[in-house]
């Protein structure tokens, strides 16, 4: 028998045992990656921002520019401008004020270039022109806010057929809060824009949904129906929206006179038919009132001069008497068809012709010309003298006091 070796016996237990050990020793984990990079935001900038004493300040981020400005509705004189300053940081800021309660639109310039506030998602339209706005609160814009507790009326944007025209053309309609749950009939007012504007002007410049669900909810005005049409009559609608009609060869003032007067007869007979036919409306004189800002206000008088007795209720802002006919038209006879229209106009029983007009508003002398013509025939009228110029401040405060006029 061969003798056992203890000693090669123990050996190999202890080289078993760690072989074992090592083979059951969990896989060590992988190095961790390089950590990431943490995601952040870049600093979000205010602008504008409303500071409690009611100055505003601008900031714009322009690290590669030399110079940025502001233009805007507080300032005074056309073009008026002021400079932001820039920092060692390339962010450009401006305080300006402190500012009445107002709406305010406002541009920047940056190196040459026109263009809103990238920082402020409040953008209005009028035509082709876009505005950055804020706006101040207080007793002088109250009326331009959208409030909780008030019931809201509806805008609606219609299609219509202009046999006039010969086109389809959309109408923007503002409902009275509890018109689709009523069954009772309402009055109208037919509400006009300025050159440039269409018939998205007065919903979205004008504020007039606002003022209108306001003053209603005040008891300071009656509900009633607002037609907001597009004045230019080769437009079918908003441009943003539907391109404008146009013929080939005619430009500038050949493509207006082929127009002329196209717009005011299209109001009468396919507009107002057509709302009366669609809208639950009081068909009369002293349910139907009109006003316009500037072309809007020329378009006005056009259409209450040529229809007496249509509406009983008559308002022309910022816009006087405007010879738009033909350059060589006899101005004796001129005079005297427009002198018989006012005297027509002012026998058919109308309630209100209400004129009104910036002090500073470039047309002022148009306006001191109808003055004189209404005071010639012995018109009776109420007259409206505002600070400031030709600016959609003026006529959003002319809307504020002309619609609580309506339908008393």
Avoid: C
């Amino acid at each position: 028998m061969r003798k056992f070796n203890i000693s090669v016996f123990v050996t190999f237990v202890t080289i078993f045992f760690a072989i074992s050990a090592l083979a059951q020793e969990p896989a060590r984990p992988a190095a961790a990656p390089a950590a990431r990079p943490a995601f952040r935001m870049p600093p979000r900038i205010i602008s504008p921002e409303l500071l409690p004493d009611n100055k505003v300040t601008f900031r714009v981020y322009a690290k590669d520019a030399l110079k940025v400005s502001v233009s805007g509705e507080w300032q005074s004189g056309f073009g008026a401008t002021e400079n932001l300053v820039k920092n060692d940081t390339g962010l450009f800021i401006l305080t300006v004020g402190p500012l009445k309660a107002e709406l305010y639109g406002y541009t920047l310039t940056v190196d040459g270039v026109r263009t809103i506030d990238p920082n402020n998602l409040q953008v209005r339209r009028d035509g082709t022109n876009y505005q950055s706005f804020f706006i101040v609160p207080g007793a002088g814009s109250d009326l331009y806010l959208q409030k909780n507790g008030v019931s809201h009326g509806t805008v609606s944007k219609i299609w219509y057929n202009s046999s006039v025209l010969n086109i389809d053309r959309r109408v923007y309609v503002y409902t009275p809060a509890g018109y689709e749950g009523s069954k009772g009939k309402y009055p109208v007012f037919y509400l006009l824009h300025g050159a440039g504007g269409d018939e998205d002007a007065w919903s979205t410049m004008g504020r007039a949904a606002q003022i209108m669900d306001n003053l209603i909810a005040q008891g300071k005005a009656k509900p009633m129906i607002v037609v907001m049409t597009n004045g230019n009559a080769n437009q079918a609608g908003a441009q943003n929206d539907v391109p404008a009609i146009v013929v080939q060869g005619e430009q500038g003032m050949a493509a207006y006179q082929r127009y002329a007067g196209k717009f005011e007869e299209h109001v009468v007979k396919d507009v107002i038919p057509f709302i009366e036919k669609n809208y639950r409306t009081l068909k009369s004189r002293e349910n139907r009132a009109i006003a316009g800002l500037s072309m809007g206000g020329a378009h006005t008088q056009t259409i209450t001069n040529n229809n007496p007795g249509m509406f009983g209720y008559i308002g022309v802002y910022s816009m006087g008497l405007m010879n738009f006919g033909p350059q060589n038209q006899d101005a004796a006879k001129l005079d005297q068809e427009r002198d018989a229209k006012i005297e027509a106009l002012k026998n058919s029983g109308y309630k209100l012709y209400w004129v009104g007009v910036g002090k500073d508003d470039f047309l002022y002398q148009s306006v001191v010309s109808l003055r004189a013509l209404l005071d010639k025939h012995s018109f009776k009228y109420t007259y409206r003298e505002s600070d400031g110029g030709h600016t959609w401040t003026n006529w959003r405060i002319y809307l504020s006091e002309f619609a609580p006029l309506l339908f008393k």
